[in-house]
Every structure is written in structure tokens, then in C-alpha cells.
């Protein structure tokens, strides 16, 4: 007879199978809303954002009342409002979504526009009242700013697409919630460039990914790196792409185990997709120990977009945005901590296409995301997937 000190553990391994299989087999996708027109269209790289209420936040880089995009606010249930369109003078063309600040505000980037015309920082009150808190200037601070992260003091971090001291470089910043802005980095084009998303770790540092650089002769300005900044200020590079590994890395997740994991937009197998790659999935230890997990055929999706999202069950989901095969719009995937790949939902020109941002993790259980174009109204489309995970 098995003891109790047995029992247990074969008991939740054999729970966690079956969520898996529940989980992985039968995976539900609905359109919640279609996008376009006067709604904004083409909502780029964009995670959506979960408030208080349950309503999805989010972000296009067009259209709306204005021409210039749009802010907007969507039920579960495809109610969509617009909140805030965006214009010219006080920035405009927003490249990520939102972030839901401690204070019930939401704050964001835009890539152009503002008093220098090189992007802002903005805070939007649920109401609609929009505020610019910082207008970049370029040269001295960097230009096109690409998203914002709440860090756990409440500032909110984020990076440059290129300007600071490198013309070409991009920075690193933190900015409080009234407006003070401070460089933390700056990029040297020459070693890395183009920084994307951050995460930031349980010490209070931050480990993120550089599109460009890295020394590999594999990508014309090198294929990219993995680094880690510490609260300090110093950067260490912790992985060099060489192409074979991945290229252009797109966005970082800090799993439960501590471990890093991450997309490379092309890479991986250089004979597909135009001898560029397809792709990869990929996991580092933060001292950069790297372990390629998947690298996309084409078949199976090509040119994944944004940060993986882990689930309950610990498996991380993700979004690529085309694929070689006829009618592939792209595709939601799973993947395990060990490399266990399985694609959820290819996409049609019907039910949206091209999906970029990370999936956000719903208090209901589901996972929502956008596609920058398809749909109805062709501007793109808010989608759900539902894998049977339990309500939060």
C-alpha cells in the first residue's frame, strides 16, 4: 500500500495531466470585436491591459476620429468604446498598449509626435482625460519610445527605439507617475541597439533584449542580445543571437522557475522562410546558460511576435504572425518549459491576421489578444482563447 507521502505527489501529477490534456485539445477561439474605422485600426505589438472592472484596454496606431489612432476600451463581450484619439501635436502612431498604473490610471508611449516629434509619455485617466508627461527630444534622452512596464517601486521603465547618445542606439528610462523622467542607459549601436520590452526581476533589476547587435556576421547589424541592467545602472550582455540561435529577439518572460524565456522574430533554421528563419523559442538562466525549445518551420507558424504569457498549468502561450503555408494568418501556440510544442489556432483572413503583441491572461481565465489586421472592418480584431483555465 503507497503512503500518504507517495500519494500525494502522484495525485497532483496525475490532476496537472489531465488539466493538460483538457487544456491543450480543446481549445476554444472566438472574435470578441472587430476593429477599424472609427474605432482605430492596426493595433501594433500591442498586449492588452485588464481593469478593476474586467475591461480590456488597448491601443491602434490608426484611423480613429482623428486619422491618428486610438485608445479604446472593450467588454469581454465586444462592447467597444473609444476613449481618446490620438493627434499629431500631443503624440500619436502608438506602437505598445497600455499599462494600469497604482493610481487606476493608464500610462503609455506613443513612437512619434508630441512637442519634439519624437513620441511621449502619457497618462490617460478611465474618463478620457489625456495628459503628455514627457515629450522626448532625440539626442539627449532618446526618440520613439516603445512601451512602459510598472515596476514595483510604481515608476514605470521603459526603452527607446534608438536616439540618447547614439543617434542610433536607444536608452533605457524610468519615469514616476508625475513626469520625472531619468536615463538609465544608453545603447551603443555599435554592440547593441534598439532595445525592446523589460521585465523585471524579484531583486529589483531588469533583464530585456536588443534587436540589433551582438557581433554576429549572420545579420548585417548583428542578430541581437539578451542583457541584464541592474538597479545601478550596469548592463551585461548575456547571450549574443548568431542567426542559427535566433534573430531579432522579440520580448522576455520570467517564468516560475526563474528562467528566462523568449521569441526570436527570424532565426533559427536559415534554409526557410526566405533564408532568414522562421523563428524560435528559446530559454536562458539569468547568468545566460541558452537553450534553444522550438525553432518554427513555416509550417507550423513563422515570425513570432511579442512575450510569451505562462498559464496556470506553468506551459507558456504566445502568438506568431504568418506562417509558409496557404491561409496560415498567423497562429496561438503553447509550448512546455521543456520544448513541447503545439500550435491552439491558426489564423484566417476572416478572424483577423498578423497577431504581434503577448497574450494577457484574463481574470476570467482566458487569454485575449489582437491581430493588426483582418476581420470585418479589416483594421484588426480583439480575440479571445479559451483553454478551460480556472476563473482568478
Not at 554576429?216 to 538597479?231: M, P
Not at 528563419?277 to 534553444?292: A, H, L, N, Q, R
Amino acid at each position: 500500500m503507497w503512503s500518504p507521502r507517495f500519494l500525494l505527489p502522484c495525485l497532483i501529477v496525475l490532476c496537472n495531466a489531465t488539466l493538460l490534456a483538457q487544456t491543450n485539445t480543446t481549445p476554444t477561439f472566438s472574435v470578441v470585436a472587430n476593429l477599424g474605422g472609427r474605432l482605430g485600426s492596426e493595433p501594433l505589438l500591442v498586449t492588452l491591459a485588464e481593469d478593476s472592472s474586467g475591461n480590456l484596454w488597448g491601443t491602434t496606431s490608426s484611423n480613429g476620429s482623428l486619422g491618428d489612432g486610438t485608445v479604446f476600451s472593450s467588454t469581454t463581450g465586444g462592447t467597444v468604446t473609444v476613449v481618446y484619439n490620438f493627434q499629431m501635436d500631443t503624440g500619436y502612431g502608438p506602437d505598445a498598449g497600455v499599462v494600469l498604473g497604482l493610481d487606476g490610471n493608464f500610462y503609455g508611449t506613443t513612437s512619434s509626435g508630441g512637442g519634439f516629434t519624437d513620441g511621449v509619455v502619457y497618462q490617460l485617466t478611465p474618463a478620457g482625460v489625456y495628459t503628455v508627461l514627457h515629450n522626448f527630444s532625440g539626442t539627449n534622452e532618446g526618440k520613439n519610445p516603445i512601451n512602459l512596464i510598472l515596476g514595483q517601486d510604481g515608476n514605470f521603465y521603459g526603452t527607446t527605439a534608438s536616439g540618447g547618445t547614439d543617434p542610433f542606439g536607444g536608452t533605457i528610462f524610468k519615469i514616476t507617475p508625475g513626469g520625472v523622467l531619468t536615463t538609465l542607459y544608453n545603447f551603443n549601436s555599435a554592440q547593441s541597439s534598439e532595445p525592446g520590452p523589460l521585465v523585471q526581476a524579484s531583486d529589483g533589476s531588469f533583464y530585456g533584449a536588443t534587436h540589433y547587435g551582438g557581433g554576429s556576421s549572420t545579420c548585417s547589424n548583428g542578430c541581437g542580445t539578451v542583457f541584464h541592467l541592474t538597479s545601478s545602472g550596469t548592463l551585461t550582455t548575456l547571450h549574443n543571437f548568431s542567426g542559427n540561435d535566433g534573430s531579432f529577439p522579440e520580448g522576455l518572460t520570467i517564468g516560475k522557475d526563474g528562467k528566462l524565456y523568449g521569441t526570436t522574430g527570424e532565426g533559427g533554421d536559415l534554409t526557410r522562410c526566405g533564408k532568414a528563419g522562421c523563428g524560435t523559442v528559446f530559454k536562458m538562466t539569468p547568468s545566460g546558460t541558452f537553450k534553444t525549445l522550438h525553432v518554427f518551420e513555416g509550417t507550423d507558424g513563422a515570425l513570432p511576435g511579442g512575450a510569451l504569457t505562462q498559464g496556470p498549468d506553468g506551459n507558456f502561450y504566445g502568438v506568431v504572425a504568418g506562417g509558409l503555408k496557404p491561409n496560415i494568418w498567423g497562429a496561438v501556440y503553447g509550448i512546455t518549459p521543456r520544448g513541447s510544442f503545439k500550435v491552439l489556432h491558426f489564423f484566417t483572413s476572416t478572424d483577423g491576421y498578423e497577431p504581434e503583441g503577448a497574450l494577457l491572461l484574463h481574470s476570467d481565465g482566458k487569454f485575449y489578444g489582437t491581430t493588426q489586421l483582418g476581420g470585418t472592418n479589416l483594421g484588426g480584431v480583439i480575440y479571445s482563447v479559451d483553454l478551460g483555465f480556472p476563473i482568478r
